[in-house]
T-cell receptor, first 116, second 109 residues
C-alpha cells in the first residue's frame, strides 16, 4: 500500500459525458501528479500540482483539467469524453517540488475509465 | 526531448533463470532513474532507483546500475520466481517521470 488513494476504482460512462477522478496523496506529500496509461500511448504524464499550484504540464488535452485543493487532495476532470479516453488514470505523490533531481513518486491503484 | 527505450516483451523464463531487461535513455542533464513494477490489476510500485552515475539500485534481489557512458539502466535478477511475473517499467525523471513502454515478464514454474 503506497498510501495514495484514488476513487473511484472503476468508472463506466458514455461519450460526451464529464467525469471527475479523485486522488488523496500520502500524508506529508505536497506534489500530486496525474498519469494516463493506455494501450496505444503507454504511460504518459499529464499534469503536476505542488501545494495547490500547477507546476508542470505534459500531454494533457484541453478537455481535461485538474486542481489541487487546500487539503492537498486533487481532482482530474475529463469532459466531452471520447472512446479514446478509455484508460487507466494514475495519481502519484511525492514530497519534493518540481525540477528536483530526485523525485521518488508513489502511485495510487488507479481509476479505470471506460467510455462506451 | 528526454526518452526511455525498453526491450520488447513478453519475456518468458523458467523459475530460477537469470533475468535481464534492457533499458536505455536519452536525457539532458542528470536525471534520476527508476524501475517500477506493475503486478496484474494493481498500480505501479517503485522497485529501485539510482540518482547519479555509477549508483546501483537494488531491492528484492533486483539490481540496476546507472551507466552514464552507455546511457543504460538494465534490470537484472539472478534467480526469478513465479511471483516476479509482472510488467516492469524503466523511467527517468527530474520532475515528471518519463516511462518506457514496459516489459511483461512471465515466469513459469
Amino acid at each position: 500500500d503506497s498510501g495514495v488513494t484514488q476513487t473511484p476504482k472503476h468508472l463506466i460512462t458514455a461519450t460526451g459525458q464529464r467525469v471527475t477522478l479523485r486522488c488523496s496523496p500520502r500524508s506529508g506529500d505536497l506534489s500530486v501528479y496525474w498519469y494516463q496509461q493506455s494501450l496505444d500511448q503507454g504511460l504518459q504524464f499529464l499534469i503536476q500540482y505542488y501545494n495547490g499550484e500547477e507546476r508542470a504540464k505534459g500531454n494533457i488535452l484541453e478537455r481535461f483539467s485538474a486542481q489541487q485543493f487546500p487539503d492537498l487532495h486533487s481532482e482530474l476532470n475529463l469532459s466531452s469524453l471520447e472512446l479514446g479516453d478509455s484508460a487507466l488514470y494514475f495519481c502519484a505523490s511525492s514530497v519534493v517540488e518540481t525540477r528536483s533531481a530526485y523525485n521518488e513518486q508513489f502511485f495510487g491503484p488507479g481509476t479505470r475509465l471506460t467510455v462506451l | 526531448g528526454d526518452s526511455v527505450t525498453q526491450m520488447e516483451g513478453p519475456v518468458t523464463l523458467s523459475e530460477e533463470a537469470f533475468l535481464t531487461i534492457n533499458c536505455t535513455y536519452t536525457a539532458t542533464g542528470y536525471p534520476s532513474l527508476f524501475w517500477y513494477v506493475q503486478y496484474p490489476g494493481e498500480g505501479l510500485q517503485l522497485l529501485l532507483k539510482a540518482t547519479k552515475a555509477d549508483d546501483k539500485g537494488s531491492n528484492k534481489g533486483f539490481e540496476a546500475t546507472y551507466r552514464k557512458e552507455t546511457t543504460s539502466f538494465h534490470l537484472e535478477k539472478g534467480s526469478v520466481q513465479v511471483s516476479d511475473s509482472a510488467v516492469y517499467f524503466c523511467a527517468l525523471g527530474s520532475y515528471k517521470l518519463i516511462f518506457g513502454s514496459g516489459t511483461r515478464l512471465l515466469v513459469r514454474p
